[in-house]
């Protein structure tokens, strides 16, 4: 069984940072392209970042120029790199990927979610 496991969420004040990591476990074949949502309180879960296994990214306009979204595929890892904080980043930030299993079929994995809160 697959899981992705966040963590690095928070408290900072509007101008701070923070780093986002989500690591996948389990056994599967390959783990293919990964990506940041978040949801804020009474809004749908968006788009953040994504991020290929080659490395090509994808950016929300809201994040592009402050955010930074990486990975390590030897560690089965994806990051984001949040800079330039401010209140309207705050929301629950979950971890998204597809895992390709022993059978080659697809199959997309969630996060538990990460709670960032940016106090004015």
Same mark, same amino acid.
């Given at each position: 069984?697959?899981?992705?496991?966040?963590? %690095? !969420?928070?408290?900072? =004040?509007?101008? %701070?940072?923070? #780093?986002?990591?989500?690591?996948?476990? !389990?056994?599967? +074949?390959? &783990?293919?392209?990964?990506?940041?949502y978040?949801?804020?309180?009474?809004? =749908?879960?968006?788009?953040?970042?994504?991020?290929? #296994?080659g !490395? @090509?990214?994808?950016y929300?306009? *809201?994040?592009? %120029?402050? +955010?930074?979204?990486?990975?390590?595929?030897?560690?089965?890892?994806?990051?984001? =790199?949040?800079? @330039? &904080?401010?209140?309207?980043?705050?929301?629950?930030?979950y971890c998204?990927?597809?895992?390709?299993?022993?059978? *080659?079929?697809?199959?997309?994995?969630? !996060? =538990?979610?990460?709670?960032?809160?940016?106090?004015?």
């Open positions: 069984q697959v899981h992705l496991v966040e963590s %690095g !969420g928070g408290l900072v =004040q509007a101008g %701070g940072s923070l #780093r986002l990591s989500c690591t996948a476990s !389990g056994s599967f +074949f390959s &783990l293919n392209a990964m990506a940041w978040h949801q804020a309180p009474g809004k =749908q879960r968006e788009l953040v970042a994504s991020i290929l #296994r !490395g @090509s990214t994808n929300a306009d *809201s994040v592009k %120029g402050r +955010f930074i979204i990486s990975r390590d595929n030897a560690k089965n890892t994806v990051y984001l =790199q949040m800079n @330039s &904080l401010n209140p309207e980043d705050t929301a629950v930030y998204n990927a597809l895992i390709r299993d022993w059978d *080659s079929f697809e199959y997309e994995h969630w !996060g =538990q979610g990460t709670q960032v809160t940016i106090s004015a």
